[in-house]
């Protein structure tokens, strides 16, 4: 077997610290779900032009019984906060990064799958060409996260003075469906090169 570059050697071994840290952050996560009391928060973006409720001006700080949702700093930028939150009120305010986390380690997973066909050095095959795809499909899904995330908010804030505030996530995952494409016509590119070396293989 060929001893692969040393550059796909340092990218392999960084795929690979990079899906262990993602998974321990996955956990960690999971596990502040069930933790003690605190206060948990989330950045968000605010447009006071279409709120429609009285509570433009909250307290500075998260008052009330456990659950109470309050915003701090209210303006086009502000966070997000919960005082002692319940299990479902912290595992919906880490749904969206949990789903994003969750499809960038399934994109890790199918790199290191093509970067073992770097060992024989013959990358451009049929597999590779639909762990490309499928990468790309997954990337263009993360475009889905901010109608999650627009849900999550809506939810927490339901049946609150906020509930009327027109609240919308802070990240920005506009870049998903330009990176997922351009991945789908690599998708391509690698299905042209192994229908080409498949001919000319034939010629031979």
């Given at each position: 077997m060929a001893r692969p570059p040393v550059s796909i050697r340092i990218?392999?071994?960084?795929?690979?610290?990079?899906?262990?840290?993602?998974?321990?952050?996955?956990?960690?996560?999971?596990f502040a779900v069930f933790g003690g009391s605190r206060t948990d928060?989330?950045?968000?973006?605010v447009n006071p032009y279409a709120t429609v409720t009285t509570a433009d001006n909250p307290a500075p700080a998260p008052t009330g019984p456990p659950g109470t949702v309050s915003l701090v700093e209210p303006a086009f930028n502000a966070t997000l906060t919960i005082a002692e939150p319940s299990p479902w009120q912290s595992f919906l305010l880490?749904?969206?990064?949990?789903?994003?986390t969750l499809v960038l380690c399934v994109v890790a997973v199918f790199l290191l799958l093509m970067m073992r066909s770097f060992h024989t050095g013959d990358p451009f095959t049929p597999k590779n060409a639909r762990r490309?795809?499928?990468?790309?499909?997954?990337?263009i899904c993360v475009a889905v996260i901010p109608q999650v995330d627009e849900w999550v908010l809506h939810t927490l804030v339901s049946g609150t003075p906020?509930?009327?505030?027109?609240l919308h996530a802070a990240e920005d995952y506009r870049w998903a469906p330009v990176v997922g494409f351009s991945v789908l016509a690599l998708a391509e590119f690698f299905r042209q090169g192994s229908r080409l070396r498949s001919?000319?293989?034939g010629l031979v």
């Open positions: 990218l392999e071994v960084t795929v690979w610290l990079g899906l262990g840290f993602a998974l321990v952050m996955l956990l960690a996560s999971l928060t989330r950045y968000v973006s880490i749904l969206p990064e949990l789903l994003l490309l795809a499928v990468i790309g499909v997954l990337l906020l509930q009327g505030v027109a001919d000319v293989q």
